[in-house]
């Protein structure tokens, strides 16, 4: 399985776009490249997939350059609901299990 | 927005008791997960469960734990004989299919053993 790094930590403002970067440098090729958001005391929740190129839905957007040893999740205009942990996840789709790593931890501030 | 729902929110057991965690997966999902997250460290998968059966475990769930789909909608984590280090929040999930595909989590179930 893919081992991802992501930065520990980001601070933004309201308003702001948020973009986080999480490197995966010996993605396979059958690995699809997860988001997911958690709030304290609450369960993951599923933010954006992607395989390669981008993606946007009413959430975010997904960057994945070509060689997809990288990814950037993208939040538009940030609000104070936006803080909590993002987690990148990368694993094939063929196997069973989601393997989280230590996340981003998001702070906005007003 | 259909949610998947755990019971109790939170649990407190003496060392050595048996508890079970329940859960109640989306209604058409077919693909079921319990998952536990000590408190301030990661998200750590323990089992995947379809067609009745474990798909897939992790280390962590050794002969201690058991799942089961009892009836048509709850699914199940048994802890045989709770050790203090199984303190953590236990969050079930259910997706409509396999792989590191949306999966949705419940609001999790804080097991405390003293």
């Known amino acids: 399985l893919a081992k991802t790094t992501q930065p520990i930590s980001m601070d933004s403002y309201e308003g702001q776009e948020v973009n986080i970067t999480c490197s995966h440098n010996?993605?396979?090729?059958?690995?699809?490249i997860t988001w997911y958001q958690q709030f304290p005391s609450q369960g993951p929740r599923f933010i954006i997939q992607?395989?390669?190129t981008k993606v946007t839905n009413e959430v975010a957007s997904l960057f994945i350059p070509a060689d997809r040893k990288s990814s950037t999740l993208s939040l538009p205009r940030v609000s104070l609901s936006d803080t909590a942990v993002y987690y990148c996840?990368?694993?094939?789709?063929?196997?069973?299990?989601?393997?989280f790593g230590t996340g981003t931890r998001l702070q906005v501030f007003p | 927005e259909p949610e998947v729902t755990q019971t109790p929110s939170h649990q407190v057991t003496q060392m050595g008791q048996e508890v079970i965690l329940r859960c109640v997966p989306i209604?058409?999902?077919?693909?079921f997960y319990w998952y536990r997250q000590i408190l301030g460290q990661k998200v750590e998968f323990l089992v995947s469960?379809?067609?009745?059966?474990?798909?897939?475990k992790s280390e962590i769930f050794d002969d201690q734990f058991s799942v089961e789909r009892p009836d048509g909608s709850n699914f199940t984590l048994k802890i045989r004989s709770t050790k203090l280090e199984d303190s953590a929040m236990y969050f079930c999930?259910?997706?409509?299919?396999?792989?590191?595909?949306?999966?949705?989590f419940g609001q999790g179930t804080r097991l405390t053993v003293v």
């Open positions: 999930a259910s997706s409509d299919s396999r792989g590191a595909t949306e999966a949705f």
């Open positions: 010996n993605i396979a090729t059958n690995d699809y």
């Open positions: 992607g395989y390669k």
């Open positions: 996840l990368v694993g094939d789709l063929r196997t069973d299990k989601l393997i």
């Open positions: 209604s058409n999902h077919l693909y």
């Open positions: 469960f379809y067609n009745n059966e474990i798909s897939e």
